[in-house]
T-cell receptor, first 118, second 112 residues
Framework: AQKITQTQPGMFVQEKEAVTLDCTYDTSDPSYGLFWYKQPSSGEMIFLIY??????QNATEGRYSLNFQKARKSANLVISASQLGDSAMYFCAMREGRVETSGSRLTFGEGTQLTVNP | DAGITQSPRHKVTETGTPVTLRCHQTENHRYMYWYRQDPGHGLRLIHY???????DKGEVSDGYSVSRSKTEDFLLTLESATSSQTSVYFCAISEFRSGELFFGEGSRLTVL
């Protein structure tokens, strides 16, 4: 079974609108972490946001928020007030286990290509 | 800037030749990783290291070997490159507290 599933190969949004990128995960480990990365056309991988499995509140970083629904095993990324520069590939990823003992071997989804239209 | 550099950034080689990619970090992080990125697969872990001379296999390790003789350097070797190893290779280090990965700029390898 896929550990990380991103069901939207491509998404389109109008500038200044909000957009939600979907991510579901599968793990039996009670300790895990969820990450979102952005990859613009230039190719670099940019960390956006992190959510730990024991975190009570949804993570937020500026215009990015992570809608964490533990029972549904979903970790959707919400981008508010989209900008043209948000056009990129977005990857959801998961770390299973505690980072102190097993490092951070991330499993990535296949990505969602977001296009922001003016 | 996470202080990770990869070399070479671009390489074209022929089937059957050996190839070594180098990852250098200036952050003294214990964990280092090699991923490959292919269309339709996201990023997949090849090998990782949890200290000098301590390495282990990832999801797609066949055809690859690694070495880490110093904390700052993690080498990925393709002993005999094949066309299926044409890919973009990313090195990464991890931040201890959250496990966030910091990536290098990537190395694009083409095997003809």
């Amino acid at each position: 079974a896929q550990k990380i599933t991103q069901t939207q190969p491509g998404m389109f949004v109008q500038e200044k609108e909000a957009v939600t990128l979907d991510c579901t995960y599968d793990t039996s480990d009670p300790s895990y972490g969820l990450f979102w990365y952005k990859q613009p056309s230039s190719g670099e991988m940019i960390f956006l946001i992190y959510q730990g499995s024991y975190d009570q509140q949804n993570a937020t970083e500026g215009r990015y928020s992570l809608n964490f629904q533990k029972a549904r095993k979903s970790a959707n990324l919400v981008i508010s007030a989209s900008q043209l520069g948000d056009s990129a590939m977005y990857f959801c990823a998961m770390r299973e286990g505690r980072v102190e003992t097993s490092g951070s071997r991330l499993t990535f989804g296949e990505g969602t290509q977001l296009t922001v239209n003016p | 800037d996470a202080g990770i550099t990869q070399s070479p950034r671009h390489k074209v080689t022929e089937t059957g030749t050996p190839v070594t990619l180098r990852c250098h970090q200036t952050e003294n992080h214990r964990y280092m990783y090699w991923y490959r990125q292919d269309p339709g697969h996201g990023l997949r872990l090849i090998h990782y290291s949890y200290g000098v001379k301590d390495t282990d296999k990832g999801e797609v390790s066949d055809g690859y070997s690694v070495s880490r003789s110093k904390t700052e350097d993690f080498l990925l070797t393709l002993e005999s490159a094949t066309s299926s190893q044409t890919s973009v290779y990313f090195c990464a280090i991890s931040e201890f507290r959250s496990g966030e990965l910091f990536f290098g700029e990537g190395s694009r390898l083409t095997v003809l």
